[in-house]
């Protein structure tokens, strides 16, 4: 999918796939979203392939596409990341103008099927003005990272011209979401005899010891002394909409598991849950017990990294054995989240940045930050 023959009035093109997302293109800076690395699959699964191929003209003429993206809840302009969202098939109201005047297209005027990317061929060199006349349903906010926005005007300004005939340019739209949700915790501890299937809730007591930690949406945390504490119940306020994990970091004596019924596991976390909030269900609350060993008796855990054997073998994959399985400098325990910094106890190098784990966390670098680490401290190979 490297190339086409082009009639001699073409010189550039754009492929675009059913879902409306880029599978081709050889114009720079156009990202592709689902590449077909050398040409188009037929088979059983999908017999019938559509795509649509956008011809871009060469000379005095130049074209202007939008690909457009709606990002979930939570999505700020400071953690936008570009690749962690979908294009968008809602047909939007958009508007680009010749800022000279001399020419206004709307989505009437779109070359191909309506839905992104949009594509407008044939304008002449100028620079044009884009404007959004609506946003998707329940989005407040839209940027275009590769052009300027222009307050007199409400819009987007882009240029055409001989060094840059096309502009493909992505539209990303936003929640701008009031931070005035809440995430609020009660723990609880429960008798001895207490499992996970025989949970009697009426019978456990307010915890009198609490360490909880939430993780927010953008990785930074907030502890107890961010919080507002009352006995055994513990509430976070002015939060903005997203997923938040709630972690019970230091379990009372005497006691060697936590659960919330009820409540999604963290798919990186198995000691942690996660909870939602939205503009819609703004304060998200539940509960933890904290419950003693099985039979009165203290798990075994072979190795003292605070995991007990049964769980490192059948829940988390790592070695009841070895005190680091992966050989990082940081106890599995540490490493699933009951020191606060989670990583991955299977991988030396949860963020790739060529650091372990264990060398960031001595050195004061984030071990889930491949942008955050000291050259001086990388690790041998």
């Excluded at 594509?119 to 946003?135: E, T």
């Excluded at 107890?224 to 004596?253: F, H, I, K, R």
């Excluded at 909870?275 to 039979?295: K, M, N, R």
């Amino acid at each position: 999918m490297d190339s086409f023959q082009f009639s001699d009035q073409f010189q550039s093109y754009v492929l675009v796939d059913e879902g409306g997302r880029v599978v081709g293109t050889n114009i720079d800076g156009v990202r592709v979203e689902a590449p077909t690395p050398g040409g188009i699959t037929i088979d059983g699964d999908a017999p019938d392939t559509v795509v649509t191929l956008y011809h871009f003209r060469p000379g005095d003429a130049g074209a202007i596409g939008l690909s457009l993206y709606a990002y979930p809840a939570g999505v700020t302009l400071d953690n936008l990341v570009p690749e962690a969202c979908e294009q968008t098939a809602e047909q939007l109201d958009v508007t680009v103008t010749a800022t000279d005047g001399s020419v206004t297209l709307g989505v009437d005027d779109i070359d191909g099927p309506t839905g992104s990317p949009y594509v407008w061929n044939d304008l002449p060199h100028n620079n044009y003005a884009i404007r959004l006349n609506g946003l998707p349903s329940g989005y407040d906010l839209v940027t275009i990272p590769e052009a300027t926005f222009d307050d007199a005007t409400d819009s987007f300004n882009v240029c055409i011209d001989a060094d840059q005939p096309e502009v493909v340019v992505d539209v990303f739209f936003l929640q701008d979401l009031p931070s005035g949700g809440s995430v609020t915790v009660e723990v609880f501890d429960c008798p001895t005899g207490t499992s996970p299937e025989n949970l009697a809730r009426d019978a456990c007591e307010p915890s009198a010891g609490l360490d909880l930690v939430l993780f927010l949406p953008d990785g930074t945390t907030r502890g107890l002394d961010e919080a507002e504490a009352t006995d055994n119940v513990v509430t976070w306020s002015a939060l903005t909409a997203g997923d938040y994990v709630v972690q019970e970091a230091g379990l009372p004596e005497g006691y060697t598991r936590a659960i919330a019924p009820e409540i999604p596991t963290s798919t990186t976390n198995l000691a942690a849950v996660v909870v939602s909030i939205s503009d819609q269900v703004p304060d998200a609350s539940f509960a933890i017990y904290t419950l003693p060993p099985e039979g009165g008796v203290a798990a075994t855990d072979s190795d003292e990294d605070g995991l007990s054997d049964e769980d490192e073998m059948n829940l988390i994959g790592t070695d009841p054995e070895t005190l680091d399985t992966d050989g990082d400098g940081r106890p599995d325990g540490d490493e699933i989240g009951l020191r606060r910094i989670v990583t991955d106890p299977l991988d030396p190098d949860s963020d790739d940045d060529g650091v372990d784990d264990g060398d960031e966390i001595v050195n004061e670098t984030d071990p889930n930050d491949p942008a955050s680490f000291k050259p001086s401290v990388a690790s041998d190979e």
